[in-house]
């Protein structure tokens, strides 16, 4: 008996122990002890007595982070693989087959091979869907299948894969995978230097800095700094990135937390390449925390235009807390607040709708505040440009066609129909967008709007009060508008859709590397950009 209640209060004493040494959560000791303590209760008896066999790694993996998606999708648990990737994300060093993966239940899906590295060496291509390794099936492999494709460097794997409903096998071998923070940079023309900054990851300020100081020396006398799609990274890293343009000791971001340890404010440290040279920062809604640090703290010292459209809006910080057998917690410990006071946070994950959703910081409720030249700016819902391009704005008809993987199966399709001579004048015609049109029709794509989701409540209430049979016929023609209006909504789209489809297209062809030389001669934003850094009284008028 001595032995077992011993066994019994290790959890709640430990807990007891942890949470005694942080003044912040004695206030909540006895609950939080108090559910330890029936959490590990319940646990014993479940795996002791359910009627089959069970899985406690699963069940507590599947408990912890079921727990943390009431939080924010910022704080989560990181098992031991989890650990790894999250590694390889922040260094960008890691062995491996050299290309994006998907998982999913029966097959492993490439999106993307990096050009010369063992899956392109291998002759993957996005698309392919990888259905066993080294004779193991994925359709029945017990884990994480993505895990199969990593090993030590040099050793060799066989690979099946299908492409286009034909079964092939090919022998890849890894190899050190090196992910760029900085996967591009060159002259746009004779006096702008483009540099593409794609993640924060540990070398994103160095890379960044050697793109910089390079693009000076070929005859650069403006830059344009390209955060699209960057979802951020490290924090030092954008403070570091910041200093390249900015003297030392200017403030970059303060953090604000109620544990007063993490409230600290982050200055600038070195002395910087260049406090004049003129430069535009291009944003659009992937552009996230990090990315909204660079560009808001450029926009709030009035030493970049910023051109796109509005960003993310992630104003948290998380820090990540070792646990016990090699897990982790990343936990939001605070806000982040730009040169100005301002919180670009868009969505309130404490203060949620009907249906569970995090609400929207409505627009009323934003806060004004002062750049240095005494612009206006906003906190609550991301970064605004200073210069709106409409047709980069994400609608919900372009995130649902996204989220749905829509673009990418169609530009898979149109590969291997199409050959394309020359890339630099690629341009999609009217009847590829029609063809678009019609595999949303025909692949099962579906959008619920706000709209109908309210609708199908109001009859599932009408059906308990036996009212259906009154408001069926009129809910059906309200049911049939609202699909004629998603489908003009896909048609008013139009030009972000083409846009969109014709980015994951090129990189079909010419890889990423390509897609940035193709931007050069037909993007909109760069273009604007450098409209913009050819008139150096126009630029000045953005920031005055």
Known sequence: MKHLFKKRILIPIFAAVILFTGSAF??????????????????????????????????????????????????????????????????????????????????????????????????????????????????????????????ASNSKLEVTYTRQ?????????????????????????????????????????SQTAYALKDLKAQGAKQIILDLRGNPGGLLNEAVNVVNLFVPKGQLV??????????????????????????????????SASASEIVSGTLQDLDRAVIVGSRSFGKGLVQRPKKLTYGTQLKVTI???????????????????????????????????????????????????????????????????????????DFATKYYYTHKISDINTFKLKDSDFNAFKSYLNTSGFKFETETEKALKKALEVSKTENLDDDINKDYQTLITNLDNSKAKAVQDNKSQLINLLTDEIVKRYVYREGLYEYYKIHNEEIKTATEILSNLSKYNRYLN
């Open 253 to 286: 971001v303060t953090t604000k937390s109620k544990v007063k340890k993490y409230n600290q404010t982050y200055y600038t440290k070195k002395e910087p390449i260049d406090t004049d040279i003129p430069v535009v920062v291009l944003i659009n809604g992937r």
């Open 334 to 408: 605070s806000r982040y607040y730009t040169p100005s006071g301002r919180c670009i946070q868009a969505l309130d994950y404490w203060n949620r709708d009907n249906n569970g959703n995090a609400v929207r910081v409505k627009q009323e409720n934003y806060n004004v505040f002062k750049t240095k030249n005494g612009r206006k700016v906003f906190d609550g819902g991301g970064v605004f440009p200073d210069e709106a391009i409409e047709v980069t704005k994400n609608t919900a008809i372009t995130d649902a066609i996204l989220g749905s993987q829509s673009i990418f």
């Open 26 to 151: 004695n206030n909540n000791f006895f609950e939080i002890a108090k559910q330890i303590e029936i959490f590990t209760t319940l646990f014993k008896e479940l795996n002791m007595n359910y009627v089959d066999d069970t899985n406690p790694a699963d069940l507590m993996d599947n408990a912890i982070k079921n727990m943390l998606n009431d939080l924010d999708p910022y704080t989560k648990f990181y098992n031991e693989q989890d650990v790894e990737a999250e590694r390889i994300r922040r260094t960008g060093d890691y062995t491996g087959v050299g290309a994006r993966i998907r998982t999913l239940k029966d097959k492993l899906v490439v999106i993307e091979p990096y050009k010369d590295y063992p899956a392109d060496k291998a002759g993957l291509k996005a698309g392919d869907q990888i259905i066993a390794v080294n004779g193991v099936n994925v359709a029945g492999y017990d884990g994480d299948a993505s895990n199969l494709l990593k090993g």
């Open 165 to 205: 409903g034909d079964t092939k096998n090919t022998t890849l071998t890894r190899s050190e995978i090196e992910i760029n923070a900085v996967p591009h940079f060159s002259m746009v023309n004779e006096q702008t230097g483009y540099i593409v900054l794609q993640k924060f990851n540990a070398k994103a300020s």
